[in-house]
C-alpha cells in the first residue's frame, strides 16, 4: 500500500524527541493547502492537529498555515473596503465583552472595520456575535451584506463560517478534541480582505511574539496583538497592557500603564445587556468605561490618529462622551 501524501507531515511532527521538527513555512503552507483541499483522512487531520498543538507553533508554521488558508477562499479579491480588520473568536469568561462598544466607538468615529469570529465552540464563554445580536447589530449573511454594513454603520461582523466553511468546522472540533487546534491561532491572523491594518488580542504571552513574527513573514504592513483580556482584542485598565506591533517590516512594542491602582472585583455572573445600559448611560460602570476608553485609545494610536497615549486617550474619552447615546433605543 502506497503511504499518503500527507504522511510526510505527520513524521516530521511525529518522530519523537529526537527524531520531530518543525515545519518550514512552505511545509506548513503544502500541509494545510492539502488540508483545505480536502486532500487529507479525518485521522490523519486529527494526528496533525494534535501533533502541532502539543508542541505550539512557530511563526513559520502559522505563516505557511495563513498563506494556504488565504488562497483557499480568495475572499480579498471582492475588495471590501475597510480600515481595520478585528479578529474575534476567544469569547469571554471572566467579564463582558466591552470591546464591543470600542469598536462600536470607532466605526461612529469613521474608522471602517470588519471583525470576523466564531462563536460557541468553547462551554461558558460569552461570544460576540450573540452580544451583537443582542444590541440589535445583525452578523453579514455574505461578503455582500457586510460590504453593505460597511458603507451604512462603518462597522460589520462576518462569522467565519460564512467566507470559510473549512476553517470554521475545524474550529468547532474543539469539543471532540478537548484542546484548542492551530486552527484557532491562524484565525486570528487570516485578515480575509487585505486590510492595511490588523488587530487581535492573545493572552498567552509566548503566543503574542509569535503573531507579531508570523505577521512580519505574511508581509502586513500594520499589524498589532496586544495582551487581550481573555483572549479578545481588549485592554484590561487594572494591569499593565504590552502591545507589540508590526510596521513596514519594522517590530515594536510599547507598554499602556494600568489606569488603576486596585484591581476590580470580578463579576458573580455575567449580564450582556449592561452593555446596551452602559451605552445609553443608563448604568454606571468604571472598569468598563476605563476598558472602552483604554482600548479605543490603543486603537486610535495604533492607526496614527494620535501620536501619544495621552493625546490617544484624551481622543478616546471625547469620543465616548459625545457617541450617540440612542443608537440601540
Known sequence: ?????????????????????????????????????????????????????????????????????????Q????????????????GKRRHLPWFILATLLLAESGVRILMHGAEGHSENRVYTQDVLALLGVASAGSIEEAGQQLQQHGF?????RVFCP???DMVQLRPL?????????????????????TIQGIFHPSYRQVHQKAALLLRYPHMAVLKGEGGETERNPDVDCLVQSVHHQVLSEEIWPALFKRRHIRPDELR??????????????E????????????????????????????????LWQNRNRARFK
Open 177 to 197: 478534541m478537548g484542546l484548542r487546534s492551530p486552527v484557532h491561532t491562524l484565525v486570528r491572523l487570516l485578515n480575509p480582505f487585505n486590510a492595511e491594518y
Open 1 to 73: 500500500m502506497n503511504e499518503h501524501p500527507f504522511a510526510e507531515f505527520i513524521k516530521i511532527l511525529g518522530k519523537g524527541k529526537k527524531g520531530s521538527r518543525p515545519l518550514t513555512q512552505d511545509e506548513a503552507y503544502r500541509a494545510m493547502k492539502m488540508i483545505m483541499a480536502d486532500e487529507v483522512e479525518p485521522i490523519q487531520l486529527g494526528a496533525f492537529l494534535m501533533l502541532m498543538r502539543v508542541k505550539e507553533e512557530t511563526p513559520e508554521e502559522l505563516a505557511g498555515f495563513v498563506q494556504a488558508a488565504r488562497e483557499s477562499f
Open 156 to 160: 460589520s461582523y462576518l462569522p467565519l
Open 287 to 318: 472598569f468598563a468605561e476605563a476598558t472602552i476608553v483604554g482600548t479605543t485609545a490603543v486603537v486610535l494610536k495604533f492607526l496614527g490618529k494620535a501620536d501619544t497615549q495621552e493625546q490617544a486617550h484624551t481622543m478616546a474619552q471625547g
Open 166 to 168: 473549512k476553517l470554521y
Open 75 to 90: 475572499a480579498g479579491k471582492q475588495g471590501l473596503d475597510i480600515d481595520l480588520d478585528w479578529s474575534s473568536y476567544a
Open 272 to 285: 450582556p445587556e449592561q452593555l446596551k445600559q452602559l451605552w445609553q448611560g443608563d448604568y454606571n460602570d
